[in-house]
Structures are given as structure tokens and as C-alpha cells.
């Protein structure tokens, strides 16, 4: 059995090589990359998060650890990829304006495109327009919105008030996530759905398109 808890002392440490090799080689033992994800890469960031939160870690060990993970996503990126599926629905997603964390927007948008969706990517730091923008020429079935920090939560908020303006909320579902939102937060800014994390955003997904 592979040891998971290996790759997650290697984003820890901020060892890009180290978490390449070790992302490979739980491939090749034939561990699911989304529990690789969940309970290796992830799980190295929630250390990296603590220590950061505590003092012990900088800026650059969170850039270090973002790194490593970034590239192991890539290894990983294929196999959660081939399932070959027909397309199910459109999804327009980013992390919303004054937030540049997009490792976990990547992993939801890699979810849902190797379930059937046909994904358009924004990137991060995405301003509220742009958003409305995208909606208005994509015509997505569904809006997907990342925030990682408390301070940037409630520009999904703005965004979803903008797209009332727009007179688009009724064409397009939203979905929110990000490691400070929860079910209640999103409830409260009047979105359609929340995920906690990649896998459980393709349910949450294929039940706002009916599918
Ligand atoms: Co920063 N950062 N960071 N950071 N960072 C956090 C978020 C923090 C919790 C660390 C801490 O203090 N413990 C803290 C936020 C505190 C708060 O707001 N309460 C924090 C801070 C403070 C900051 C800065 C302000 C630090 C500074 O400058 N002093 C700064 C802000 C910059 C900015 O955005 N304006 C900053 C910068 C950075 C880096 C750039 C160095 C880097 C990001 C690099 C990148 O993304 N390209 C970084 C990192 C790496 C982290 C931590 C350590 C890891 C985040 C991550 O990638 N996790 C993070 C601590 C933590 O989260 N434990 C932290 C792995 C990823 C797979 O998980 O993103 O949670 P996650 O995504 C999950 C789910 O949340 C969910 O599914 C994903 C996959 O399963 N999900 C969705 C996410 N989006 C979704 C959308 C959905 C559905 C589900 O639907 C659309």
C-alpha cells in the first residue's frame, strides 16, 4: 500500500522533485488520483497552511509548497482527464477578484472536465465584469467561483448581485467553493450550490444541469 503521507511531507517541505516521484509512483501503485489529491497534496497544504498561520512558515514556503503541487496536478491532470465522456453542461469558473490562490479552482475546474463538462477557465484575480462578460458570450450553464481568503468571500456576493443587474442570474446556475465558504455562506449570498471540494463539485454540478 502506497504511503500517502509521504507526498505530504514532500509539499511540506516544498520539494518539487520530490512530489513529482512520488506522485508518479503512486500512479503507477495504482492509488486513485482524487484520494492522491485529497489525502496526499491537499492534505501537505493544510500543514503548510498551520505553519504559515502559526509563524513557523513564510510567503516563500507557501510559493515553495504551491509549486510542487502545481507541477504534481499536471502528473495527475490525464487520469482524471480520460473518461472520454459526453459533454453534460458548460461551466465558466475562476477565483474571484484580489485572490491569486488557483490551485484549488484548478483541481475543481480538472474535476468537472474529466466528468463531461466543458470548462472555460478564467484564471484568478477574475474582476466582476469579466465575469458578467463571460456569461453574457459563453452562455454557461453554470458560473463557478473560487475564494481562498475571507477577505475576497464576499466578491462572489458582488458578482452574483451583478449578474442580477444584468438581468442574467435567472439563465445561469452558481456554484462557490473555497476553503473558507461553507454551505451557510453560500445560502446567505444567494448561490445554487457549494462544494467543499473537487470530487464533491461534479454531484453538486451535474445536479444543477439535471443530469
Ligand atoms: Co495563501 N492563504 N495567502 N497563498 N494559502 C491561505 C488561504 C491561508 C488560509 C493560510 C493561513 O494563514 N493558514 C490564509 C488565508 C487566511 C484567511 O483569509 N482567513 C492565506 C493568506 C493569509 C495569504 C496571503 C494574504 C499571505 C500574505 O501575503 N501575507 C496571500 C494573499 C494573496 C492574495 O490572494 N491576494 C497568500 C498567498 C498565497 C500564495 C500565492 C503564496 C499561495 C497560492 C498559490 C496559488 O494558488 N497559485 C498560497 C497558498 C498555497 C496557501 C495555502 C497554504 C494552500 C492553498 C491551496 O492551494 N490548498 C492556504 C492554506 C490552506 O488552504 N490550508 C493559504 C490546496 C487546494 C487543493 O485546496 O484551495 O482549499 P483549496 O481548494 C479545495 C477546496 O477549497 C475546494 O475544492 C478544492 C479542491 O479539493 N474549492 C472549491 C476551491 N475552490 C472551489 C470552487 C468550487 C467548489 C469547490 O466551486 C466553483
Redesign the pocket.
Known amino acids: 500500500m502506497f504511503d500517502l503521507s509521504l507526498l505530504s511531507q514532500a509539499i511540506d517541505e516544498g520539494d518539487r522533485e520530490k512530489t513529482l516521484k512520488l506522485t508518479t509512483e503512486a500512479l503507477e501503485a495504482g492509488v486513485n488520483p482524487q484520494e492522491i489529491?485529497?489525502q496526499g497534496?491537499?492534505a501537505g497544504?493544510?500543514i503548510?497552511?498551520?505553519k504559515?498561520?502559526s509563524g513557523e512558515y513564510f510567503?516563500p514556503d507557501?510559493?515553495m509548497?504551491?509549486r510542487a503541487?502545481?507541477a504534481a496536478l499536471e502528473v495527475l491532470k490525464p487520469a482524471l482527464e480520460k473518461t472520454g465522456m459526453p459533454t453534460i453542461g458548460r461551466v465558466v469558473?475562476g477565483t474571484v477578484e484580489?485572490?491569486?490562490?488557483?490551485?484549488?479552482?484548478n483541481?475543481?475546474a480538472t474535476f468537472l472536465s474529466g466528468n463531461g463538462f466543458e470548462v472555460f477557465d478564467l484564471g484568478l484575480n477574475v474582476p466582476v465584469q469579466r465575469f458578467i462578460q463571460e456569461v453574457k458570450e459563453k452562455k454557461p450553464d453554470i458560473l463557478?467561483?473560487?475564494a481562498?481568503?475571507?477577505?475576497?468571500m464576499p466578491v462572489m456576493g458582488k458578482v452574483i448581485e451583478a449578474l442580477k443587474e444584468a438581468g442574467l442570474r435567472s439563465q445561469v446556475k452558481v456554484?462557490?467553493?473555497?476553503?473558507?465558504v461553507t454551505q451557510e455562506y453560500a445560502n446567505y449570498i444567494g448561490a445554487d450550490g457549494y462544494?467543499?471540494?473537487?470530487g464533491k463539485?461534479v454531484p453538486v454540478c451535474r445536479e444543477l444541469v439535471g443530469k
Open positions: 489529491i485529497a497534496l491537499q497544504m493544510a503548510v497552511g498551520e504559515f498561520s510567503l507557501m510559493l509548497a504551491a503541487m502545481k469558473i484580489g485572490d491569486m490562490h488557483d490551485i484549488g479552482k483541481v475543481v463557478g467561483m473560487s481562498l481568503l475571507t477577505t475576497t456554484i462557490v467553493g473555497g476553503a473558507p462544494a467543499h471540494d473537487g463539485a
